[in-house]
């Protein structure tokens, strides 16, 4: 434990080095992350206007305060790891990884964790600035903000655990960007990304519910802004953590089969 | 006295990958589409040998013939198709923790550094990775520095480095940890002379200090004949000879080469062999090994010699030789 500890320490100062060493792509990478959400923000509130003030039970300030928190909670729960699987197999960075003594997952949650720590501040400041340029409303209990910080870092552990897994495919094949395409688009509809769930057709709600990715961003986001009940929080929860058991198995499964395949084929 | 077990030892180790054919053309195009057509090809095809701790290895063969695919065997990277391997006692690919505590793999053509940050980060992120005492890590890294000169190369991005720079730093990141067993695949590749000849001392100089076992492929001879007495040959996965680097040279070279330097370059030398060059009045013959003798005398009887030497051929031309020919 203390090791891993030391190696968490490690990898923050390195990821950390990495991040000052871009810090131009960070701000522009930073800027996309905040971009897309301002677009549906806009988009939604011209939309809500247009309609009198609301659409469903969202007001135009409902959309705002929606889309201020989504662009943390998405900040939040983020990673790249899809993209960056697939370089390391083709560049033979894996093979570096697996001669280890420690399991790669490690520098990955090590990498992911820091750099949320070190653009986290920014990121804050900017979503309390647009929640007042926009008249944002944000309104939450006090036990909803309580529960909103395990909710997140479920959130993250669900988000890193399926993506890690989704990652693996690159083991079998090196073209995963066909699959990693399919992902987000899967992501944008059904997480809440696009609009907010609740404001789409009841069928589409129903398969949001049973995929993981509503749990990811629409949940904690409602919840955040109020919209949630004590019971929606708890079944929510429950989902976050079915998926965490879910993703953690399948994580193992097709690691131990990726690694097989890696080692049978050539490295 | 019982005899130490070997750090390496191998046994008809076979690897066979299938491999996917397809015809230029659309129509093998489209073929492919639904049925890939596959043959098998055997790698590495049940080669043996050991190597005894402490032991520097040259691993030769040309490109193709096995010898990264043995190393990823022995690294654990690679899963065998049959055969034994036991590095150190242990399974390679079960890629057991205390296992790849002691070994490392360093290949010259892949890089393990991260590229944007200096090369210390890497080292530190190394120092986490296998747990090094602080203590240890200080004084290996200040060793490593020391022998590889990399004081002014440590604070500076690897993207800006030479190759070179970067190769000893890449060395010296997969020596940290103080492996017992190091593989090296073309650690010298696309090298400077100078910068080869340091790395080829250090590698010395690290298997001295440390009793490391070395198994080293490279396609530079100069690096095995500086570092290794014994030499193990493949060629299209089998393997063509184990032993002496000099024995080598006896067994796959029926020729000699006389240097000989006379008072002027009047003389007509063919009748006594081969004549590869001629110049400033030094002839090199090539005469068949069993005539060496016959031919010295006769050409001391009837030229006025300056100067006469009898040598093995170039170390270049024996692995020439060798890769082209299959079995003695």
């Not at chain 2, 590229?115 to 890294?141: C, G, K, M, Q």
Request: charged share 20%; proline share 5%; with cysteine.
């Amino acid at each position: 434990m203390r090791a891993l500890a030391g190696l968490y320490l490690q990898q923050f100062k390195t990821t950390m080095a990495m991040m000052f060493q871009y810090r131009a792509m960070l701000a522009i990478w930073m800027l996309g992350q905040v971009l897309e959400p301002l677009i549906y923000l806009i988009v939604w509130s011209a939309v809500s206007t247009g309609a009198g003030g609301s659409v469903g039970s969202y007001t135009t300030r409902d959309f705002a305060g929606y889309f201020v928190v989504l662009m943390l909670v998405n900040q939040f729960s983020y990673t790249w790891i899809m993209y960056d699987f697939e370089y390391r197999v083709r560049e033979g960075l894996l093979s570096f990884a697996l001669l280890k003594p420690v399991h790669p997952i490690h520098s990955d949650i090590a990498d992911n964790v820091s750099s949320k720590l070190i653009t986290l501040p920014a990121m804050v400041l900017i979503a309390i600035v647009l929640a007042f340029a926009f008249h944002a409303s944000i309104s939450p209990q006090p036990w909803a903000i309580l529960v909103f910080i395990p909710v997140l870092l479920m959130a993250f552990m669900v988000r890193f655990l399926l993506e890690w897994t989704l990652a693996l495919v690159a083991f079998w094949t090196t073209r995963v960007s066909a699959i990693n395409q399919s992902y987000f688009v899967l992501m944008l509809f059904l997480s809440g990304q696009i609009a907010p769930l609740t404001l789409l057709p009841q069928p589409v709600q129903v398969i949001a519910d049973l995929l993981p990715f509503r749990w990811v961003i629409g949940f904690p986001v409602e919840l955040l802004l109020g919209k949630l009940s004590p019971v929606d929080a708890l079944i929510g929860l429950g989902a976050q953590a079915a998926w965490i058991i879910v993703g953690y198995v399948l994580l193992r499964i097709v690691w131990k089969a990726g690694t097989k395949v890696y080692s049978a084929v050539g490295a | 006295m019982m005899q130490p077990p070997p750090a390496i030892h191998i046994k008809d180790l076979r690897k066979v990958f299938t491999v996917s054919q397809q015809d230029s053309g659309a129509r093998a195009a489209l073929q492919g589409l639904v049925k890939r057509r596959t043959i098998q090809v055997a790698a590495v095809d049940g080669i043996s040998f050991d190597l005894e701790p402490g032991e520097i290895v040259g691993f030769l063969g040309p490109n193709g013939a096995g010898k990264t695919t043995t190393l990823k065997m022995l690294s654990g990277l690679l899963h065998p198709t049959s055969g034994e391997v036991k590095v150190l006692g242990y399974i390679p690919w079960k890629r057991e923790k205390s296992f790849l505590r002691q070994i490392t793999l360093v290949m010259g053509q892949r890089n393990q550094l991260v590229w944007d940050i200096p090369a210390i980060h890497s080292f530190e992120l190394n120092r986490a990775v296998y747990r090094i005492p602080p203590d240890i890590y200080r004084s290996t890294l200040d060793e490593l520095t020391e022998l590889l000169e990399l004081k002014p190369l440590l604070n500076k991005p690897v993207r800006n480095l030479s190759l070179g720079e970067r190769m000893k730093c890449e060395i010296a990141a997969g020596l940290l940890h103080r492996p017992t067993v190091v593989f090296l695949d073309e650690p010298t590749i696309g090298l400077d002379v100078t910068m080869q000849r340091r790395i080829r001392s250090f590698i010395a100089e690290y298997n001295q200090r440390f009793g490391a076992t070395v198994l080293l492929t490279s396609h530079y001879m100069a690096d095995v004949e500086a570092l290794c007495r014994r030499v193990v040959v493949i060629h299209h996965g089998k393997l063509l000879f184990d032993g002496d680097l000099s024995a080598l040279v006896q067994n796959f070279t029926d020729h000699k080469t006389i240097v000989v330097r006379l008072e002027d370059c009047q003389a007509d030398l063919k009748e006594y062999g081969e004549v590869i060059s001629c110049e400033d009045n030094q002839f090199t013959l090539r005469v068949p090994k069993a005539e060496t003798a016959r031919v010295t005398e006769r050409l001391l009887a009837d030229l006025p010699v300056i100067d006469l030497l009898v040598e093995d051929p170039p170390i270049e031309e024996v692995i020439e030789r060798v890769f082209a020919q299959e079995k003695p």
